[in-house]
């Protein structure tokens, strides 16, 4: 092979490598926005069902510290966020929740009543959404992330 040949094809690899390189953090990042819309798109589809799988594990977690959950109402909007040590992808939605201590009620016999806001938690689990029935006890999704900036980063 001549020293012409040689050079051009180093030349070409040497383009073609410049080219990759300068097109995959482009790639890169319509890859993690395609992924971002995919995982708020399914989200907005189960959120329905997730809140209504929420409810009674919420209720079990209360009732496990003594309180009964007297109601529940979920914000609209919703942050998805990334855990950042196992790279999970998670959604934060806001709640309006009103509780009492049962104990309490019982013993004085009226149903006293404290309402709070909180972050709901849900997770994507190989490609599903799912619940635990977890609330951060933070105002809403943008507090959570401030709070949690250690272990949170937005997605």
């Given amino acids: 092979m001549s020293p012409f040949a040689w050079h051009l094809a180093i030349g070409s690899g040497i383009l073609i490598s410049a080219a990759l390189f300068a097109i995959l953090p482009a790639l890169r990042i319509q890859w993690l926005l395609d992924r971002r819309r995919k995982a708020a798109s399914r989200f907005r589809l189960r959120r329905e069902w997730l809140e209504v799988a929420f409810t009674p594990l919420l209720t079990k977690r209360l009732q496990a510290r003594g309180l009964t959950l007297a109601h529940l109402d979920f914000d609209d909007a919703f942050a998805l966020v990334r855990e950042r040590s196992t790279r999970r992808l998670q959604a934060l939605v806001g709640v309006t929740i009103a509780f009492s201590d049962a104990a309490e009620t019982q013993a004085a016999n009226t149903d006293l009543v404290t309402t709070r806001r909180a972050t709901a938690?849900?997770?994507l689990e190989k490609g599903?959404?799912?619940?635990?029935?977890?609330l951060l006890?933070?105002?809403g999704p943008a507090d959570a992330l401030r709070q949690f900036a250690k272990d949170l980063s937005p997605f």
């Fill in 121 to 123: 938690v849900f997770r």
């Fill in 128 to 134: 599903r959404w799912t619940t635990d029935g977890r």
């Fill in 137 to 139: 006890l933070s105002p």
